[in-house]
């Protein structure tokens, strides 16, 4: 295996710090990628951090120094949707969502259209790639992904030639496809092959049902007084972290005033401010892949966990499914 040309920096450290010092107890970090997280709550006064990836490579990389912490710092390799199995009763859960740069540095890993590589794109390492979805999926599906999870307009289009194209073993060929589908890009705009990579990296990693069912487990994994702070990048993610903090913090409102009371349970969160908190100048200088980060935080109550559909934290859903 190569080695990443430059560790990861961490996104919104500070601020995710400062609004949740201060810090005790035991947290899980259930997005380790390079322990940036991780080693800042234990800096800042965390018992124990329990640090989740579903990337061995973050173990791999975390190998030189985690032993600083002895016992303080338990790794495990699984997903965050399943996070209430690996730690309760919980001090606090924060999610960063997304990639390391780790991952999209290395060709191998086949997540970027900059670097010719095996069209891979699996966090885990296991199970099937994106390979295997551009070159086995009905023509009609493929299309859905894209237009779903990359908000692609000509995802038709790209669809239609990908399935014409293939067998597509890398990265490039699969950028020069979705090249020839769209117009040259304006000075300033993103690579024609943005959109059609980040809808097959969700759909392969299943990140959008890994978020939805990560925040439920969050809330059955937190102590009472226990924060959740999550970090996303883009607006659909944000866009669930919002609504499930809102639904489950009793603040979505009534929409029609004329309608029947609904009927409201005790919230199981309370919300640290209502806007969500983003980089500073300073920050922004210094690391430009922060500009559409987005950080929220909220307080667990002493009510009962529940559940929110899908449907209702505004997550594209495909057709058929709930
Ligand atoms: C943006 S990086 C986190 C960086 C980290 N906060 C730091 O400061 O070094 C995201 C990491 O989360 C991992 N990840 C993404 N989705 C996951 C999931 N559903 N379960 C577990 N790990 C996940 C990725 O493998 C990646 O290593």
């Known amino acids: 295996m190569s080695s990443p040309d430059q560790p990861h920096i961490s996104v919104l450290l500070r601020p995710l710090i400062n609004a ?23 800096e800042a006064g965390a018992d124990k951090v329990i640090g989740v990836d579903r990337d061995p490579l973050a173990f791999e990389m975390a190998a030189p120094w985690a032993h600083e912490y002895g016992d303080r710092l338990e790794l495990v390799e699984g997903t965050f949707s399943r996070l209430d199995e690996y730690g309760s009763g919980l001090a606090g859960v924060v999610l960063d969502l997304g990639v390391s740069s780790m991952q999209l540095d290395l060709a191998e890993r086949g997540f970027s259209f900059m670097r010719d590589g095996p069209l891979d794109m699996r966090m885990s390492q296991s199970g099937p790639s994106a390979a295997d979805l551009v070159n086995t999926a009905e023509e009609v599906d493929l299309a859905e992904i894209i237009y779903l999870y990359g908000e692609e307009r000509a995802s038709r289009r790209i669809a239609r030639a990908i399935v014409n194209a293939r067998p597509i073993e ?9 090249e020839s589908c769209l ?21 392969v990693n299943d990140e959008y049902g890994e978020l939805a069912e990560g925040l439920m487990a969050a809330e059955r994994a937190l102590a009472p007084g226990g924060q959740l702070a999550v970090v996303t990048f883009h607006s659909v993610e944000d866009r669930m972290v919002k609504r499930f903090l809102q639904a489950r913090s009793g603040s979505t409102g009534n929409a029609n005033r004329y309608a029947p009371e609904l009927h409201r349970e005790t919230p199981a969160f309370e919300l640290k401010s209502r806007k969500a908190i983003g980089p500073d100048d300073q920050e922004l200088a210094e690391n430009p892949r922060s500009r559409s980060a987005k950080l929220r935080v909220a307080v667990r109550t002493d009510a009962p966990s529940g559940e929110v559909e899908r449907s209702a934290l505004g997550m594209p859903l495909r057709k058929g499914e709930k």
Request: net charge positive; glycine share 12%; aromatic share 8%.
């Open 20 to 42: 949740v010092a201060p810090v005790s107890g035991v947290w899980l970090d259930g997005t380790f990628g390079a322990g940036g997280y991780s080693r800042a709550l234990l």
């Open 170 to 178: 890398t990265t490039l060929q699969l950028a020069r496809i979705v």
């Open 183 to 203: 117009p040259r890009p304006k000075p300033g705009q993103s690579h024609p092959a943005t959109r059609t990579f980040q809808a097959l990296r969700i759909a």
